[in-house]
């Protein structure tokens, strides 16, 4: 039998990698960031999933934009880091789930009307690997399967949040229906407020993040109507990549246990903010 | 559809008309995810750039790092993001580049710490132009 | 205002390409064939759209196995026809309309939520260039626009039938917002029943075919049911394609005026079946 | 999902399972779809193929132009074709050569004409079974 057992929300800034890859964290900048995700480690230490279905977005290092899936699955046996332009991460290469993928793929696509893009091959940038190292910092190999489900937030149009949300709940049904057995985590990655480009570059929205967060946890059909031009404006032009928590939100039960909430500024562009949640029906 | 984003002040909204007047400054410089072609670029960069359908102004833009000049031309941040990291800049660096402000890269890092740029003030086009 | 104005569904089987190219339309084997399309050209030199969109599927030219769209939109001003593994076919490039189709990258993403892949460069294949050489001849540069709509046919899971035909009714609903002028047909093109491959190759179900056009025409919503399996098994492995048809079908309106239905078989190692439809309610 | 094609016979579905043991081997034959890797492959077959990761029975079903052997390994039609056109045969040739008869390409080319393989008798490998 395969279920969900837990969700979790997370930015996933590159630095944050980078500050991990050169042993960065006793430094008085990153100091308050790691003390502060530290428990963040020591609960995935006791929450081994078998496999994390980890919802990103790649940025300019797999997917141009020649080509622009909205929704991109990975079903394959590996998936190294990316070059994205300087040389790629010094992290395990990312096992994947085929078994489990395959069946989202033909549950989602046929009977969900999901019309993913199939990814048989697929580098995956920081979207995918900061938040495995923000939960499992340095490993040898990686202690849990992944299935990438990399989303398009680079070109609008982006997929709406309603449509996050509803992908979410269509990986729960998926999940369910798998003949194997699995504990499945799905995390959604990216944001919070966060503005890289243009006149504008350096907003933070904290109070926005905040109670993103707080609705995301406890009233998430409350943001089912969000829009990007809301996103773009409150958040940031980057701030946009938060639609992707509520594919996760989606794929929980309405009751959820939080096991536990931190948020921290800047880390280096951005606002920091991270939600573990438990499935509350299990 | 959306709409009603373009009241945003200084933000380059990468919608299909930005997608489509840069298409060809993004894909060249999304190569530079190579590391040959780091190289050749490294080597002789109007060489390199001859390769690519720019148009005039956006080779100028990237010859000459006009950070924000390059949005204006259809750039999108992750893909000028790759020449600046080329530079050896860091994505603060590029943001004191490009903010209204004209900020070195220090003063960016110091806006930062003190908690970014604030969201008042900032939601609109018609909030700057009274400033 | 834009408006659909026409359907059309017809195989794309490259051999008629290739007949064309080759200037063979007076010998034997393909007299019966091109007098029964005859009337097909007559009736397209006097109802010319602005544009066309073309429901395809790309038979490993572009797409390999590597990244499969379920639904793939070209958005270029213009796509080369592609290098099939024999040099590409001697036809004018394609060239497209991007402003509608960003316009329906924008509905079908962000409201109707389907989830393109969007492509700003996308070499075309027979699938596309073949039905453009049975409506039009040999022209010196292709009478009207094109967005190419590549569907996944070629990998399970593909797009549900029902999901086929759901797209063809948001294409509508995207089509009557775009605020240009435009007279837009969508054409659905591939099948009839063939098979390539296998102990069963050659296997055609000419039966099938002709109640197939006669739902489609008549009681489209009859076939909304339909199963990959099914059509595997009816119409052969590459049969399937026929899903393609309920695109179009569902772009135009439950009330049509059949302008001309012709039957041959076979051509190469398939089942010909073609039908024009025009829009009932203009 | 789809269930219930594994009846039916001489029929090699493109599913999930089929994708994942024949994907080099279709990956490898998609590049033919380029003019220099045609000319490369053409100049040393066994060089050109010992640049992708395929098992041992899938070289040699490319080398010896096992058709049918490749789709049980893995091979869809549409990348195995590109081989058979780059051996000058036609569709029909290469059906003729997978056909459960072992025809000839004049032979499947006459079945063709004659009204194609009936669909009576071909749906369910039970039918096959029983003849
Ligand atoms: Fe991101
Ligand atoms: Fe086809």
């Given at each position: 039998?395969?279920?969900?057992?837990?969700?979790?929300?997370?930015?996933?800034?590159?630095?944050i990698?980078?500050?991990?890859?050169?042993?960065?964290?006793?430094?008085e900048?990153?100091k308050?960031f790691?003390?502060?995700?530290?428990p963040?480690?020591?609960?995935?230490?006791?929450?081994?999933?078998?496999?994390?279905?980890?919802v990103?977005n790649?940025?300019?290092?797999?997917?141009?934009l020649q080509?622009?899936p909205?929704?991109?699955?990975?079903?394959?046996?590996?998936?190294?880091?990316?070059?994205?332009?300087?040389g790629?991460?010094?992290?395990?290469?990312v096992?994947g789930?085929p078994?489990?993928?395959?069946?989202l793929?033909?549950?989602?696509?046929?009977?969900?009307?999901?019309?993913?893009?199939l990814?048989n091959?697929?580098?995956?940038?920081?979207g995918?690997?900061?938040?495995?190292s923000?939960?499992y910092?340095?490993?040898?190999?990686?202690p849990?399967k992944?299935?990438?489900?990399?989303?398009?937030?680079?070109?609008?149009?982006?997929?709406?949040?309603?449509?996050?949300?509803?992908?979410g709940?269509?990986?729960a049904?998926?999940?369910?229906?798998?003949?194997?057995?699995?504990?499945v985590?799905?995390?959604?990655?990216?944001?919070m407020?966060?503005?890289l480009?243009?006149?504008?570059a350096?907003l933070?929205n904290?109070?926005?993040?905040?109670?993103?967060?707080?609705?995301?946890?406890?009233n998430?059909?409350?943001?089912?109507?969000?829009?990007?031009?809301?996103?773009?404006?409150?958040?940031?032009?980057?701030?946009?990549?938060?639609a992707?928590?509520?594919?996760?939100?989606?794929?929980?039960?309405?009751?959820?246990?939080?096991?536990?909430?931190?948020?921290?500024?800047p880390?280096?562009?951005?606002?920091?903010?991270?939600?573990?949640?438990?499935?509350?029906?299990l | 559809?959306?709409?009603?984003?373009?009241?945003?002040?200084?933000?380059?909204?990468?919608?299909?008309?930005?997608c489509?007047?840069g298409?060809?400054?993004n894909q060249?410089?999304m190569?530079?995810n190579?590391?040959h072609c780091?190289?050749?670029?490294?080597?002789?960069?109007?060489?390199?750039l001859?390769?690519?359908?720019?148009?005039?102004?956006?080779?100028?833009?990237?010859?000459?790092r006009?950070w924000?000049?390059?949005?204006?031309?259809?750039?999108?941040?992750?893909?000028?993001?790759?020449?600046?990291?080329?530079?050896?800049?860091?994505?603060?660096?590029l943001?004191?580049?490009?903010?209204?402000?004209?900020?070195?890269?220090?003063?960016?890092?110091?806006?930062?710490?003190?908690?970014?740029?604030?969201?008042?003030?900032?939601?609109?086009v018609?909030?700057?132009?009274?400033n």
């Amino acid at each position: 039998m395969a279920k969900i057992v837990h969700g979790m929300g997370s930015p996933h800034v590159p630095s944050i990698g980078a500050a991990i890859d050169h042993h960065k964290e006793a430094e008085e900048y990153w100091k308050p960031f790691f003390d502060g995700i530290e428990p963040v480690r020591d609960w995935h230490k006791n929450n081994l999933p078998d496999t994390i279905i980890l919802v990103y977005n790649d940025h300019a290092s797999t997917f141009s934009l020649q080509t622009i899936p909205t929704f991109a699955l990975g079903l394959a046996d590996e998936f190294e880091p990316a070059d994205e332009g300087y040389g790629p991460r010094p992290v395990p290469v990312v096992k994947g789930d085929p078994e489990l993928a395959w069946h989202l793929a033909n549950v989602l696509v046929s009977d969900e009307g999901f019309d993913l893009t199939l990814c048989n091959e697929l580098d995956v940038d920081h979207g995918l690997t900061v938040p495995l190292s923000i939960a499992y910092n340095r490993p040898d190999a990686w202690p849990v399967k992944v299935i990438p489900l990399a989303v398009n937030m680079v070109q609008a149009p982006q997929p709406s949040v309603k449509r996050c949300y509803a992908l979410g709940k269509a990986i729960a049904r998926a999940v369910a229906s798998f003949p194997g057995e699995r504990n499945v985590a799905v995390w959604g990655t990216g944001g919070m407020s966060h503005q890289l480009q243009g006149e504008r570059a350096g907003l933070l929205n904290v109070e926005y993040d905040a109670q993103f967060i707080e609705d995301l946890v406890n009233n998430p059909d409350s943001l089912e109507g969000l829009t990007y031009t809301e996103l773009l404006r409150e958040t940031g032009s980057e701030g946009v990549e938060l639609a992707m928590w509520m594919i996760m939100r989606g794929a929980l039960p309405l009751e959820v246990q939080e096991q536990y909430r931190f948020m921290h500024r800047p880390v280096s562009n951005t606002s920091y903010g991270v939600t573990i949640l438990k499935n509350g029906e299990l | 559809m959306e709409t009603g984003y373009q009241d945003i002040p200084g933000t380059y909204v990468q919608d299909g008309e930005h997608c489509r007047k840069g298409y060809h400054l993004n894909q060249c410089l999304m190569t530079l995810n190579k590391a040959h072609c780091r190289e050749a670029f490294r080597a002789d960069e109007a060489a390199y750039l001859a390769g690519f359908k720019l148009t005039e102004p956006q080779r100028d833009a990237i010859l000459k790092r006009q950070w924000l000049e390059m949005l204006r031309l259809g750039g999108n941040v992750y893909f000028t993001f790759k020449l600046a990291a080329f530079d050896g800049m860091t994505m603060q660096d590029l943001g004191a580049a490009m903010s209204r402000e004209g900020m070195s890269g220090d003063e960016f890092r110091k806006m930062m710490l003190d908690g970014g740029r604030s969201i008042e003030g900032n939601r609109y086009v018609s909030e700057w132009e009274q400033n």
